[in-house]
């Protein structure tokens, strides 16, 4: 008979302690560059986009671009989404997983959560570009001999901040907050001063004014919407880097600091055009410092733009492994930058690949002016497919009737649905580049999702259960030692145990067959984390659940069931893996393309060592072929 025992893996949580004030002060740092510095790049277009630095245009845009903040920032996300945490974590592809379980719906729901990933991942390419040319730009105007200058300046800071990502954020991060801090305080005395020369631009508060705009400009005034919603970029931050802070500190730090800088140098900004100060082409944001500030305002600005490019740097790292968790991108190498902070990790492949798009993106357009057409639809995008995502969470979790349900959805759709249409229509001038490299990760992530589906129903085929295994192997030769295999299936005999049998005709001392399930939660309790089930003839099957932004340890969990397993010695542990090779079955039931991509990435994909963190020299690995 089965005996069954749980165990602990013996690790505890380490969770940040403290008051709110350096939690509210960290959030600053982290969430909220991208958006704190928005102000750099979004009224220049928007006034070039609007029908020219004119007061009537000035004053609707500002008036515009106030709501959009309240709607997009304040309402949907500080409001209701940062509602839909997934045990404390946040962002889309948490989100899919809280309810991409739920009914017959799943494909679409997970189709969703691919889609929005794909797009976020153009963000983290994008956002280093225009954030840090939009901070230099501005000694053209102090400066104008050095303007050439500019973009190769902007190239080396870009080259350095990813050649130093492997090094960690564990001290730059700690110079975030205040450096956010004197950013946004910066920022929001300098509207001011322009504010009080020109009070009058406070009528723009009125949503009225906005709303006027939009309908007797035609075209142009729709158009206007995609830089305006520049103003926003950001705002998805808030949620998906809820795990970091929580959510109190985050809405703290919006609504004391951040949501009142914003307004009142878009106000500033607003009255330098009202002033008539702005000279065609010109940014008004550097304009609002005085001569012999601008320099310094350069400077501070291109260290906000640098913490803003990291920030959403690190966030592309961590949902890259949210998704190897969750098995929608293959395994790739994983550093932990730091000891204490889980959240700080390097993924070398996806840092060169962001290198690349990056310095291709900077290089290709040469302005921030010519790269914000291309910034807002990915970002629009994602927002749209986040408020669909969030139906079924009011459906399905929150239990909302139908009618409050549609209601809200319809509501934050439309708003959605404005900047998306508004971005679309700058496809031709640069829009189409987010588009293209989305559709391509899209691709190459649903690829790998329906391959390893087909793989595991194909393996199934070719396994017998683990009962039946055992008993015709009682009379094979037993060696001393542990031998650990891994499994997908925990009820079917591991293919690398049956290869193993046939190869050597002997079996160790002692079998663990181990199962390691990812749950679509973000963190699984350490009690009861391993589960020991007895199979008689000392084999055991362990099965071991983790969250989908923890890091595995087998030979931790090794180590805590030696009641159950009997004493394990590391020195006598063998790890021994499969590695199976994809041919071509006939008929397949992939798409020919398809098969091919998967099989490329799974040839190319990293081994369990580096995630399960097994010691490379006790891991044997055999080779098997599979047609799917």
Known sequence: MAHDSRFDDGHVDKRTLGVMAPMVLGALGVVYGDIGTSPLYTMTPALQWGGGATPAVALGIFSLIVWTLLITTSVKYAGLVMRADNDGEGG????????????????????????????????????????????LEGVKISAPSVAPFVLPAAVAILVGLFVLQHKGTAVLGRLFGPVMV????????????????????????????????????????FSVLGAVFLCSTGAEALYADMGHFGARPIRVGWYALVLPALVLNYGGQTALVVDGAVP?????????????????????????????????????????????????????????????????????????????????????????????????????LTMFLTT?????????????????????????????????????????????????????????MASWHVGRAALADRLKLS??????????VADVRRVPGTAVYLTRNPELTPLALLHSLRHFE????????????????PRVPTAGRGTVTSLGSNFFQLDLRYGFVEHPN?????????????????????????REVIGSAHPSRLNFIVRKIFAWMHHNAGDAVQLFRIPRERLVELGASVEI
């Open 554 to 578: 087998i030979p931790r969990a090794l180590g805590r069931c030696t009641a159950e397993c009997g004493q394990i010695d590391p020195e006598q542990t063998t790890y021994i893996l499969s």
């Open 182 to 221: 004197a950013w946004f305080l910066a920022i929001g005395a300098l509207g001011l001063a322009g504010i009080s020369a020109h009070p009058s631009v406070l009528a723009a508060l009125n949503p009225v004014v906005g709303l006027h705009y939009l309908f007797t400009h035609g075209m142009t005034g």
């Open 463 to 472: 396994k017998q259960p683990m009962a039946a295994f055992i008993a015709a």
């Open 280 to 380: 065609a082409d010109t940014n008004p944001f550097f304009l609002l410092a005085p001569r012999w500030l601008e320099l310094p305002l350069v400077g501070l600005a291109t260290l906000a733009t640098i913490i803003a490019s990291q920030a959403i740097i690190s966030g592309v790292f961590s949902m890259t492994r949210q998704a190897i968790q969750l098995g929608l991108c293959p395994r790739l190498d994983i550093t932990q930058t730091s000891d204490s902070g889980y959240g700080q990790i390097y993924v070398g492949t996806v840092n060169w690949l962001l290198m690349i798009f990056t310095l291709g993106l900077t290089l290709a357009f040469g302005s921030s002016d010519n790269l914000a057409a291309a910034y807002g639809i990915a970002v629009s």
């Open 388 to 444: 669909l995502l969030m139906f079924r969470m009011m459906r399905d979790v929150w239990s909302w009737s139908v009618g409050s349900a549609l209601a809200v959805t319809a509501l934050l759709g439309i708003v959605d649905l404005s900047f998306v249409s508004a971005n679309l229509t700058k496809v031709r001038e640069g829009g189409w580049v987010p588009l293209v490299g989305a559709s391509a990760i899209f691709f190459l």
């Open 92 to 135: 889309i592809l948490a989100l899919m997983s809280l309810i991409g379980l739920r009914g017959k719906e799943r494909l679409g729901i997970v189709v969703l959560g691919l889609l929005g990933a794909a797009l976020l991942y153009g963000d983290g390419a994008i956002t280093p570009a225009i954030s840090v040319l939009s901070a």
């Open 506 to 521: 002997v079996l160790h001392e002692r079998v663990i067959v181990l199962h390691v399930e990812t749950e679509h939660v």
